[in-house]
């Protein structure tokens, strides 16, 4: 046997989480994690479990528990606490050149499917900030949600329903939250659907994955919108799709475009009541005219209703769902925007041919959704908080909306011009000609303001520079700071212009 160091080193292997695993399974870890990484090699001796034992603090009859289980599972020979040393194990391949977690994804793409690669390049998009920060899109107000009333309603749930909650769940979804879900979608919303229709998944890019997957084939033309939403780009791209960019206009989607652009597409994926992201609401002519689309050419419209609820100048335009008669769309709804991103929560509303084969194949990739989530969402519904909460949020995000474009107005004036939005919770900020908005998303980032820039979603359109705004979880008070920090930025990014 090769004789070893006797590394002077192990006790600083180990720090001990005063929290943490009971102390014993902490120095078997951490010991067992630096044999397997090359740190302590074939042969090294541990240190005697006394000296262990008064260097961490910790009884002997602890280190000795580590160094049994050690040996018992064959890292080390000879005896605990008798000259342990590391046994000779086969480690070449794992020793300290072993990719590290930290690797960059970019660095590790080859080791993805091409599926995966598909889906990280086209669906470019950076994970939210932990904390809404001026001006993240895609945040709602969270000091409005109602946490006692939530907290008191799980509390009961928990109560009446105890161990049930535990139990495997039907795959379509909580029954009750399906027959919540069918009543709200069809009187807030106008859709026209019964609750067997309902699929509960885990938010609105849930459905989109599963839309792809189960409907699209390699190859397949897909229409998107142009700018669109990046993340949809993502899933159907890893489907095998071919993207057709068909570009948006006031109207919304340019139906007699995609028709000349690729008539014999599978699925157009759109944002009707609020485009993403320039917030044009789709006409009922277009709305008519894609659905003729679809029946023609045999394929399915995904409606993406994500904020359908937030409408500030008229009553929410009711969803292409309810206007369709042959069963081509389907409609996707999420609470990301009305209650919480990490709800994580949404649904699909589907053709009544594809609920059967839908549901079968979404119970063999992820089996359902969290069921007492979905429970507590469910009484949260149908006791009426769910109709009052979003009647709050909406009188809520219009003054949001207003304060905001009093502020930009003289804030940001000469540099960014804002139009109001009737709907939504984001407005678009527009530059002056010439200022790129990636470089000056990227300059106000590094001053603590995050703002998208319009052309990233453009697909391979070209477009005008822009910035988008998301104001529903922002105080004046912060808006304004934020705000003077963008004017900085831009005036920084402008003043190297040639
Ligand atoms: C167009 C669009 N669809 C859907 C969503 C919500 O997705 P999810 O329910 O997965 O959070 C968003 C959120 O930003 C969105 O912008």
């Known amino acids: 046997m090769t004789r070893g160091r006797t590394p002077s080193t192990v006790p600083m292997l180990l720090t001990l989480e005063p929290q943490g695993a ?79 977690a930290s690797a960059s994804a970019d660095d590790a793409m080859p080791l993805l499917s091409s599926a995966a690669r598909a889906l990280v390049t086209e669906g470019k998009w950076r994970n939210p900030p932990r904390r809404a920060t001026p001006f993240a899109m895609g945040m709602p107000a969270f000091e409005l949600f109602p946490l006692t009333t939530w907290t008191r309603l799980a509390a009961r749930r928990w109560r009446l329903s105890g161990r049930e909650l535990l139990l495997p769940e039907d795959p ?167 209650l919480a991103p990490a709800i994580r929560v949404g649904y699909l509303i589907l053709p009544a041919a594809l609920v059967a084969p839908f549901t079968r194949a979404r119970f063999l990739l992820d089996m359902h959704s969290p069921v007492a989530e979905q429970a507590v969402l469910a009484d949260f519904i149908e006791s009426g908080h769910f109709g009052r909460h979003i009647r709050r949020t909406r009188s809520h995000y219009q003054q949001r909306q207003q304060a905001f474009l009093a502020l930009a107005a003289r804030e940001l004036a000469g540099l960014v011009t804002v139009d109001a939005a009737p709907a939504g919770m984001h407005v678009i900020g527009l530059l002056p000609p010439g200022v790129s908005d990636v470089a000056v998303a990227e300059e106000a980032r590094r001053r603590g303001v995050i703002v998208e820039p319009l052309s990233k979603h453009l697909g391979t359109a070209p477009g005008s520079a822009g910035l988008l705004f998301g104001y529903a979880a922002y105080t004046p008070a912060q808006m304004r700071g934020a705000m003077r920090a963008l004017a900085a930025a831009i005036r920084a990014v402008t003043s190297c212009l040639p």
């Open 172 to 338: 379509q979804g909580y029954a009750p939250l399906r027959e919540a879900v069918a009543r709200y979608a069809v009187t807030a919303r106008g859709v026209r659907c019964t609750a067997d229709q309902v699929l509960i998944v885990n938010g609105a890019q849930h459905a989109l994955d599963l839309c792809a997957r189960f409907l699209v084939e390699p190859g397949d033309a897909v229409w998107m919108e142009s700018p669109g939403y990046q993340p949809a780009r993502g899933v159907f791209a890893a489907a095998g799709a071919r993207l057709i960019d068909v570009p948006v206009d006031a109207e919304g989607l340019d139906v007699a475009r995609g028709r000349e652009l690729a008539p014999e597409a599978r699925l157009a994926f759109v944002t009707p009541s609020f485009q993403w992201p320039l917030g044009v609401t789709m006409s009922l002519a277009r709305r008519l005219a894609l659905l003729d689309w679809a029946r023609d050419a045999g394929a399915w419209v995904v409606e993406d209703d994500y904020n359908g609820e937030y409408r500030y100048d008229t009553a929410p335009i009711p969803a292409m769902q309810g206007l369709d008669e042959h069963g081509r769309v389907l409609y996707v709804g999420t609470f990301s925007k009305t």
């Open 22 to 100: 009971p102390r014993h399974q902490q120095i078997y870890a951490a010991l067992r994690a630096a044999i397997l990484n090359g740190t302590l090699r074939q042969g090294d001796r541990l240190p005697s479990t006394r000296i262990l034992a008064r260097d961490l603090g910790v009884s002997r009859t602890t280190v000795l528990g580590a160094y049994s289980r050690l040996l018992t599972e064959g890292y080390g020979t000879g005896k605990a606490g008798a000259g342990t040393r590391v046994a000779a194990l086969p480690l070449s391949g794992r020793r300290r050149d072993a990719p590290s």
